[in-house]
């Protein structure tokens, strides 16, 4: 009969998001994780097989409770798909008075020329957020929100970009002026994207 496991894998997963968001993978050593998560080696072998099964594991599980999370009440909830939109960059913008340790999906997509195999991670997160921003903006110009003629793929991933560069300035620790002149940018651009007409045949 097996040993009962006396230790909870959700909060294990918590403790190491904190961990290597603020260490990234490179920085966070095996010490680092048995005191961050509690788990001795033997634990972490038989559960994650080493520390790279858990910090692919602690990224997925990052996607899925807070990007996509993210996504769902910023970007597909909000009734006022532009002010959802504003609101998605403003909340990571106003992080609280300690300093912020950035997003685990972008951390990992600057630090991934040494981790080949977070590329997938990184790839789906990045898809769900424009994703998101497609879904957002698609609603506004049914709503008459933006030009009639907005380029929505191309917006959304001129928006990704946006995005994911602000998330850099934050954990640069650049002042929150220019952070939210960063946001107004961002939104402001919104509509100068317009899908390119098909020539005719004729012209």
Same mark, same amino acid.
């Given at each position: ?13 918590a403790s190491a998001m904190r961990l290597f968001r603020h260490r990234g993978y490179q920085g ?30 602690? #990224? &997925? ?13 910023? $970007? +597909? ?24 340790p950035g997003c685990l999906l972008t951390n990992t997509a600057v630090e991934s020329f040494t ?16 994703g998101g921003f497609a879904d957002a903006l698609t609603r506004a110009r049914h709503r008459g929100?933006?030009?009639?003629? #907005? &380029? ?13 560069? $602000? +998330? ?36």
């Amino acid at each position: 009969m097996g040993r009962k496991q006396l230790w909870d894998q959700d909060e294990v997963l918590a403790s190491a998001m904190r961990l290597f968001r603020h260490r990234g993978y490179q920085g966070a050593s095996l010490r680092d994780i048995e005191e961050a998560t509690g788990l001795h080696p033997g634990s972490l072998y038989r559960t994650f097989g080493n520390k790279d099964g858990l910090f692919h594991a602690a #990224l &997925d599980a990052y996607n899925e409770r807070v990007v996509q999370g993210r996504v769902r009440v910023h $970007l +597909l909830e909000p009734a006022d798909p532009l002010a959802g939109i504003r609101s998605f960059f403003t909340s990571a913008v106003e992080t609280g008075a300690e300093p912020d340790p950035g997003c685990l999906l972008t951390n990992t997509a600057v630090e991934s020329f040494t981790l080949p195999r977070a590329a997938a991670g990184v790839h789906h997160g990045l898809a769900a957020i424009e994703g998101g921003f497609a879904d957002a903006l698609t609603r506004a110009r049914h709503r008459g929100d933006t030009p009639p003629d #907005l &380029d929505v793929a191309a917006t959304a991933a001129h928006l990704l970009a946006l995005y994911q560069g $602000l +998330l850099v300035l934050v954990r640069a620790g650049l002042p929150r002026t220019t952070l939210h002149g960063v946001t107004d940018g961002a939104i402001a651009s919104i509509g100068s994207l317009r899908t390119p007409r098909k020539q005719d045949d004729h012209e």
